[in-house]
């Protein structure tokens, strides 16, 4: 949505719109500095997204989204871990087994754990997407909103002040 305001200035009302713009030029300028300081804080939020599900979050002061994507992460990561584990220690007895009926059990007890380890492993990878795709959509919302300021021209040397704002 965007709002136009058009208005016919007296001289005085000219002069003060002149300084007033001159002054929006130098907070422009502020502005682009801090639009800088805003692109590196964009890509500090991503890289730690990167690193760690959550951490983007967490920078970008969503705290529970923050919070969950990093206990589901450290979910994926212990159940991965733990069924690794399990998993190992199946397949050592399935080694060592001496009836056909241990070396049986201690199989499938193998491969089911090796099966939850690969579920984990998978949940681990979807949720390091969706943080991706979440910080993604939350820094395309921040950017959305914008406000310009503008005087122009007219014919009869008119001077127009223009204000648009999007959201």
Same mark, same amino acid.
Do not use: C
């Given at each position: 949505? #965007? ?57 970008? #002061? #969503? ?105």
């Amino acid at each position: 949505m #965007k709002i136009f305001v058009r208005v016919k200035l007296s001289k005085l009302l000219k002069i003060f719109i002149i300084i007033f713009i001159s002054s929006l030029i130098n907070a422009e300028d502020l502005a682009s500095k801090k639009a800088d300081k805003t692109n590196i804080t964009d890509s500090r939020a991503l890289e730690k997204s990167l690193i760690f599900p959550g951490l983007g979050q967490l920078h970008e #002061k #969503k705290y529970l989204k923050g919070v969950i994507f990093i206990t589901a992460e450290l979910i994926a990561i212990t159940g991965a871990i733990l069924n690794n584990r399990q998993g190992n220690i199946n397949y050592n007895k399935y080694r060592s087994s001496l009836t056909e009926n241990d070396a049986l059990f201690f199989r499938k007890e193998t491969e089911r754990f090796d099966r939850s380890r690969n579920l984990f492993i998978a949940a681990g990878i979807g949720v390091w997407m969706i943080n991706m795709l979440d910080i993604y959509i939350l820094k395309k919302k921040m950017e959305k909103k914008s406000i310009e300021v503008s005087l122009k021209k007219g014919v009869n040397n008119e001077i127009f002040f223009t204000l648009n704002y999007s959201f």
